[in-house]
């Protein structure tokens, strides 16, 4: 019994220090890209150019998203929302045109469609 209790221990501490050892030499992670989304410069010309319901993208709060995915999601006709794609909406969306403003799940979600921020002309 005290054997196979030595055994067993010995294989434990024979596979944690495998197992520390190939940790030691794996591959380092892949670098994160250079330019990542939310630095992404994005001049208001580019910005200009996705300004249809498929294809909308919108600067708020100096970030830029692109919710062409989630304007069928939004809770309220596509026109209400349709007119800001393609521009600056910080005060559309800060106010939802009645003063009041979006959530702050509604903020959550936003950063996950963020794509860069709004760099000069
Ligand atoms: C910039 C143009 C936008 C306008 C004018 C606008 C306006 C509105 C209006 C009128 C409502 C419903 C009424 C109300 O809840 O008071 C609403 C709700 C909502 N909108 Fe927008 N919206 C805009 C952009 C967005 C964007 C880009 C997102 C997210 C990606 C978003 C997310 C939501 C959510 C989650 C709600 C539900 C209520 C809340 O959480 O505040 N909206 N919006």
Redesign the pocket.
């Known amino acids: 019994m005290a054997t196979v209790y030595r055994l067993s221990t010995a294989i434990f501490w024979l596979l944690v220090a495998l197992a520390g050892g190939v940790a030691l030499f794996a591959p380092a992670p892949p670098e994160a890209p250079a330019v990542s989304p939310a630095t992404r410069g994005v001049t208001p010309a580019e910005l200009a150019a996705h300004a249809t319901e498929e294809d909308c993208w ?1 600067a ?1 709060r100096g970030g830029v ?1 692109d ?1 062409s995915a ?1 304007l069928p999601e ?3 006709r596509p026109q ?2 349709l ?2 794609c393609g521009r600056e ?1 910080t005060e ?2 800060a ?4 003063g ?8 959550r ?2 950063e ?2 963020r794509i860069g921020s709004l760099a000069a002309p």
């Open positions: 919108m708020i998203y919710v989630y939004h809770p309220t209400v929302v007119p800001w909406a559309a969306y106010t939802k045109l009645r009041r403003p979006h959530s702050p799940e509604a903020d979600l936003l996950t469609w």
